[in-house]
């Protein structure tokens, strides 16, 4: 289904509105960083301060599930998460396009820290990272290994799937409604779509967390 209309449109990516508007979640959240750290103060206020307070937050949440390992992969998970809900939260005003309601790029973001914690696994632990698929004892690695390759090859599909399919199901809903009833209707699934779009988030970078702890865990 294709959206009525849009603000932002670039010559040649009128079919692909999803790379317009993932530069332009960048070009928003690179303008934030900036002003938010241009005069940055001892005691902050403002922006400075509201960034830092969120920044604290997604420590804290990250330290309480990754234990304290959690603070060299901030930056990593704080910017998908920045990037995930401010794409999920862009395409609740209309004639905008919510980035993530197109899987080339959940799949991009899901791809992304598959090959980030298996870089983990091998920085952590070397060559020994491979016990981790092959069970506890030798005997089993003809049955584990083929389990785990396959349980992890899936992650990124079902970590990109589940993130498109909220978000393009969310944005046919409000476009049909938008269509049908222009004021009135629209309204709870706007409240809903912001109330999706910071759960979705949240659902990503949690298990994003989960699957870099357990790369980094010692192999008993």
């Known amino acids: 289904m294709k959206e009525p209309f849009l603000y932002l449109t670039i010559p040649g990516l009128e079919h692909h509105p999803h790379l317009t508007y993932m530069w332009v979640v960048m070009v928003l959240l690179l303008l ?6 241009r005069r940055l103060q001892l005691v902050p206020e403002g922006g400075q301060a509201f960034m830092e307070l969120l920044l604290e937050g ?14 060299e992969h901030l930056p990593l998970i704080g910017g998908i998460a920045l990037f995930i809900v401010t794409s999920n939260l862009l395409g ?4 905008l396009f919510t980035p993530t309601a197109n899987i ?3 799949a991009a973001c899901a ?5 980030y914690y298996h870089y983990i696994g091998f ?30 090859f899936i992650r990124p599909f079902t970590l990109a799937l589940r993130l498109f399919a909220n978000m393009r199901g969310h944005e046919i809903v ?15 699934i706007v409240f809903l779509g912001i109330f999706v779009s910071f759960i979705q988030g949240f659902v990503f970078i949690l298990l994003s967390m989960i699957y870099i702890a357990g790369a980094q865990e010692e192999h008993h």
């Open 32 to 37: 934030a960083a900036f002003l938010t750290t």
């Open 58 to 71: 997604i420590s804290g949440f990250m330290e309480r599930v990754m234990g304290h390992h959690a603070r």
């Open 92 to 95: 609740i005003i209309p004639g």
């Open 104 to 106: 080339n790029l959940t």
């Open 111 to 115: 791809v992304t820290i598959f090959l």
């Open 123 to 152: 920085r952590r632990h070397g060559a020994a990272y491979i016990k981790q698929f092959t069970g506890p004892v030798w005997w089993l690695a003809p049955l584990m290994l083929p389990i785990e390759l396959i349980s992890h």
């Open 174 to 188: 409000l476009i049909i409604l938008t269509l049908l009833v222009p004021i009135f209707a629209p309204l709870p």
